[in-house]
């Protein structure tokens, strides 16, 4: 018997107007969700303007706020929230980010926020679509806390491809590539994995997949589970970092996009991914550290050397400009200890400003990803916070190790089967 479809509150501005709803609704479609729109009166949308108190023009956002509060009352069931709206328009924005929080701290639906644009298509919302039924469907899963038996994850990232063994809830082998070929790096990093542990292929009881590549490899492994990044990261973030109680702030910046998540008890509430340009993302720190003639695993220790560097001018907002700002900023004479720190600077200005602003942020904030292991774009991050954030013992693992804490769940049904 299929899966019932995961019902999805659309609460969104401009999607018809925009040309947008039919990859909506395509996304949404194919992972198994199914979109629909808070049906409310007129009467509740005069009421909840009233009772919200923002001075909105719009009759859309209007709605848009009646049909929120619509949810949250539990008027109108939902599995998920889908809230959007047009990145041109400020007055969206700010109701989109109120909704948002509002939804949050009044309700356990989880949440994904975004700001389109008229060429956003199905293929920009499938992960972050994706990820919300997965919490909808899976929500006993993830609030697992304790990893049994012995598990794998491999995730197969942009940038690179990692491996996580994991025995009676210790990791017991680690393997680590750059992604070439997908296959390839897999099973590079799963040899690597085995031989760390003493473990043999067949000694592992339940698989996982997460990353670009995770179809791919997932198929190859014959994985028990194939996930999309954003629930297995926040999952193992929160588990290296001890924080699976309560609240907590994850922060992945990866080699090509970024992903901000607010996570309860161990499951995402509100998320984000992406970024306007690869300049905001681990691959300008790449080419600030080739630029600077350094290996990016230097260019930590490099930019700790300086105070901060906010007094060099750098554009991370596209990577064209970035490079240009690196090239005028060593020009201008500037030290290369000051170029690295700018350029971390930077890259965390442009997650706060993209990321940040659509996820409550709440301590623990936990850093992960290979860009984690990068100290001044951690300081640069908790200086922009305010706060000490927290990078957790191979915090670059935590595809894989979520992958691999998830699995232990497959064992017991494998065994019944």
């Given at each position: 018997?299929?899966?019932?479809?995961?019902?999805?509150?659309?609460?969104?501005?401009?999607?018809e107007y925009s040309g947008i709803q039919n990859e909506i609704t395509t996304a949404a479609e194919t992972v198994g969700g199914k979109m629909f729109y808070p049906d409310v009166a007129l009467k509740d949308v005069k009421r909840a303007y009233k009772d919200f108190g923002l001075p909105v023009k719009s009759p859309d956002l209007k709605l848009a706020i009646a049909r929120a509060e619509a949810i949250v009352e539990?008027?109108?069931?939902?599995?998920g929230i889908f809230i959007a709206s047009c990145f041109r328009c400020a007055e969206a924005a700010i109701v989109r980010n109120e909704l948002r929080r509002y939804i949050v701290e009044n309700s356990r639906i989880p949440v994904v926020s975004y700001s389109f644009n008229e060429r956003t298509g199905s293929s920009t919302l499938l992960t972050r679509l994706e990820a919300l039924t997965t919490i909808a469907r899976r929500r006993g899963l993830m609030a697992r806390e304790?990893?049994?038996?012995?598990?794998?994850?491999?995730?197969?990232?942009s940038s690179t491809t990692k491996c996580i063994i994991m025995q009676d809830d210790k990791i017991v082998g680690t393997g680590w590539r750059p992604t070439t070929e997908v296959l390839k790096s897999a099973d590079e990093v799963i040899a690597l994995a085995l031989e760390e542990s003493g473990l043999r292929r067949s000694d592992i009881e339940a698989t996982a997949t997460t990353g670009y590549g995770r179809f791919?490899?997932?198929?190859?492994?014959?994985?028990?589970l194939i996930q999309e990044e954003l629930t297995v990261n926040s999952k193992g973030a929160v588990y290296l970092a001890g924080a699976q109680k309560g609240f907590a702030t994850v922060i992945d910046i990866g080699g090509m996009d970024n992903k901000a998540i607010s996570v309860n008890d161990g499951i995402p509430g509100s998320f984000t991914m992406g970024g306007i340009c690869a300049g905001a993302s681990g691959r300008f720190l790449e080419m600030t550290a080739k630029r600077l003639d350094v290996d990016i695993t230097e260019l930590g220790a490099l930019s700790m050397k300086s105070d901060g560097g906010e007094n060099?001018?750098?554009?991370s907002y596209c990577i064209v400009f970035g490079t240009q700002s690196l090239v005028n900023a060593l020009a201008a004479g500037y030290s290369r200890e000051d170029v690295a720190a700018a350029a971390c600077?930077?890259?965390?200005?442009?997650?706060?400003?993209?990321?940040?602003?659509?996820?409550?942020?709440?301590?623990?904030?936990?850093?992960?990803?290979?860009?984690?292991?990068?100290?001044?774009?951690?300081?640069?991050m908790g200086r922009m916070l305010n706060?000490?954030?927290v990078v957790p013992h191979h915090s670059q693992?935590?595809?894989?190790t979520g992958g691999a804490l998830l699995s232990s769940g497959f064992i017991d049904k494998k065994k019944e089967a």
């Open positions: 018997m299929s899966e019932q479809p995961v019902r999805i509150a659309q609460i969104t501005c401009g999607a539990g008027r109108i069931e939902a599995d304790v990893q049994v038996g012995t598990t794998m994850g491999v995730d197969s990232g791919l490899v997932g198929k190859h492994m014959k994985a028990d060099v001018p750098m554009n600077h930077s890259v965390a200005q442009q997650v706060y400003e993209q990321q940040l602003q659509e996820v409550d942020i709440k301590e623990p904030v936990i850093m992960v990803g290979g860009s984690s292991l990068i100290q001044g774009l951690v300081r640069a706060t000490e954030v693992y935590i595809g894989a």
